[in-house]
């Protein structure tokens, strides 16, 4: 499911005159809707050169082995397929989405090196690795001279902070930057711990994969201290978690 495009575009028009620059989209996001919806809507409201714009590959587009992973075929195809539905000649941040276990990660690197030797991204950045292989990576960039990873996007809020262990500690030695998925924990964090029924968890069956029965207390107390938090600050939940 997606948001339909009069209402993301009246969201990305205010994120704009709200001074937003970053929109971070995936080639996977609704099978590419999501880049072709934003990719006119910037257009429409905003300067190219001011905004900063990061999407991804990795998943699944389509039937085949060509149609999903990091290999060298699959990233020169989606590349162009992405710009294609954004309607620009380059991205600011081209994302790996996934680590692809099946292909070499030299030949994923040396790929992605080339998509910015070629104009195509100006940055290349990474998702949702162990910390081991985010250093490897990060290794082999720095010994054959390939373009590194700059930013590191990985889910961290405050019912998910393993990522406080090894992953944030590298990144900091590393001086890479870093970015978060699901800050609220797919709304939990937004809303009391007994209001678990939302429309996407009705229609996204993989949601159930971010619950778990064995932290499911744990998880209640730290709602619960959010939600007192922000009535004690007068604030939304959001904003406080």
């Given amino acids: 499911w997606s948001l339909g495009e009069d209402a993301s575009r009246t969201l990305i028009k205010h994120a704009l005159e709200a001074g937003i620059n970053f929109f971070d989209t995936a080639n996977y996001y609704s099978l590419g809707s999501s880049e072709e919806i934003l990719g006119r809507a910037l257009k429409d409201f905003a300067d190219r050169d001011e905004v900063v714009i990061c999407t991804k590959v990795c998943s699944p587009m389509r039937p085949g082995p060509n149609g999903h992973g990091l290999s060298r075929k699959a990233i020169l195809t989606e590349i162009d397929h ?19 276990i099946h292909t070499p990660i030299e030949e994923t690197l040396e790929a992605l090196h080339d998509v910015v030797k070629a104009g195509k991204a100006r940055y290349l950045g990474a998702s949702s690795m162990r910390a081991f292989e985010f250093a490897k990576a990060l290794h082999l960039q720095r010994q054959y001279g390939w373009s590194a990873f700059i930013t590191m996007q990985d889910q961290y809020n405050l019912l998910a902070r393993e990522e406080e262990r090894e992953m944030l500690p590298l990144c900091a030695d590393e001086g ?66």
């Avoid at 992405?82 to 692809?100: A, C, E, K, N």
């Fill in 82 to 100: 992405s710009l294609r539905r954004l309607g620009t000649d380059y991205v600011d941040i081209y994302m790996v989405h996934r680590l692809d």
């Fill in 176 to 241: 890479v930057g870093t970015m978060v998925w699901s800050p609220l924990a797919r709304g939990r964090l937004a809303r009391p711990s007994e209001k678990t029924a939302t429309t996407r968890s009705q229609s996204d069956p993989g949601l159930s994969l971010f619950y778990s029965d064995q932290t499911a207390e744990a998880d209640r107390a730290i709602i619960d201290a959010v939600g007192d938090i922000a009535t004690a600050h007068g604030a939304s939940r959001a904003s406080i978690a």
